[in-house]
């Protein structure tokens, strides 16, 4: 089980937060580091979450809204998800945690109902609100500007499916193939990753004047040489040139000043209709998709038991992990920490809108 000292630590943030006249029993269990819940319903349906934790703190979030998407209770009614995939620390993760649901039921009431516009408008509310902290404490916790968050959200409202993303995370939908009876994997999220070569070719037409915009390090693609992906709530150090000086420390600084945020915090969204044969959608952060394929997941979910299947998908990945390791699953889950954090949300909808998994 986890410590006394740890347990300290990140009781504020180990369970994701539940919220909503359908969100039912919010309970989970701990399994080590891994904190699951096998089952719970939202207004669309069911779902099934997990996180396991690699770091001394807990960088990832995620969350689940049940109801009204409205600041008033009249609705329109929905379901929201988020997946909060944090780096550098665990406080962008939490603010988006904390703000962004809100300001999209505030944005819903202002346009009276719910629409693309309101999402991408509560991404970068949430941003500036970030960004607005950051200046508040940069002489006291400079750090903070080198915290960010990668952000995954998915609503079902008035029978549609918003995905909105600004990172790599990714949301896969499990779709029935009725002419060959097989649910086949359909990836709805666009990642932003400098490991994709479209996302290299957007950060070069975007600084044309700057050849170290994205740089190979230790084989791996990475913006401006310091982090993977190019979109993001927070990361102020590559998105304001007030914070690329002391006292931030020095390997987060640009030794030439920019002119351009280099980071975006503008998600990617698409809006589509839910079908019947639309069965479950699988929200993760990339501590998933680095060790199982789109179908792999897909397969995992359809081939097992709803109840208690995120969890099923997070040992999936673990379990790939520990090959990579030459390692065996019970030696891997001996290390204390390690990289495999991972976020895991499935939802499972009724229309039956599709169960969500995350």
């Keep these: 089980m986890v410590s006394g000292t740890l347990m300290k630590f990140v009781k504020p943030c180990w369970k994701p937060s539940f919220e909503g006249e359908n969100s039912g029993d919010v309970s989970g269990r701990v399994d080590g580091l891994l904190w699951y819940k096998d089952s719970g319903h939202h207004v669309n349906g069911e779902f099934s979450m997990a996180i396991i934790q690699a770091n001394n703190l807990l960088e990832d979030h995620s969350q689940l809204e049940s109801g009204s998407m409205s600041s008033l209770e009249s609705g329109p009614n929905g379901t929201f998800v988020g997946i909060y995939d944090g780096h550098g620390g665990p406080e962008a993760a939490l603010f988006v945690n904390d703000h962004l ?17 309101v999402i991408n408008k ?84 975007l600084h044309p004047d700057d050849p170290q915009i994205v740089v190979l390090k230790h084989k791996v693609w990475r913006v401006k040489g310091l982090i993977q992906v190019s979109r993001s709530i927070g990361d102020a150090y590559l998105k304001n040139v007030e914070f690329n000086r002391e006292p931030l420390l020095s390997k987060f600084r640009l030794p030439e000043p920019f002119y351009r945020p280099i980071l975006k915090a503008e998600p990617t969204i698409s809006v589509q209709k839910l079908f019947p044969e639309d069965q479950f959608l699988i929200f993760a952060s990339d501590g998933l998709w680095e060790h199982l394929s789109n179908q792999e997941a897909v397969d995992i979910v359809q081939s097992c038991p709803r109840n208690g299947v995120a969890k099923k998908l997070v040992k999936a990945a673990l379990c790939e992990a520990a090959k990579k390791r030459e390692m065996r699953y019970s030696d891997l889950k001996k290390i204390d920490r390690g990289s495999e954090e991972a976020v895991v949300s499935l939802l499972t909808p009724s229309l039956r809108v599709p169960n969500w998994f995350f």
């Design 101 to 117: 649901f809100n300001n999209i039921r505030k944005f819903t009431l202002e346009n009276q109902g719910m629409s693309a516009d």
């Design 122 to 205: 509560a991404f970068l509310a949430t941003e500036e609100e970030f960004l607005s902290l950051v200046r508040r404490q940069w002489r006291t916790k400079p750090e903070i500007a080198s915290v960010g968050a990668c952000c995954l959200v998915g609503v079902i409202c008035s029978g549609l499916l918003y995905i909105a993303n600004a990172g790599d995370s990714r949301v896969v939908l499990g779709r029935q193939e009725k002419a060959v009876k097989e649910i086949k994997a359909v990836q709805l999220s666009i990642e932003h990753n400098a490991s994709v070569e479209s996302v290299r070719e957007e950060l070069r037409s």
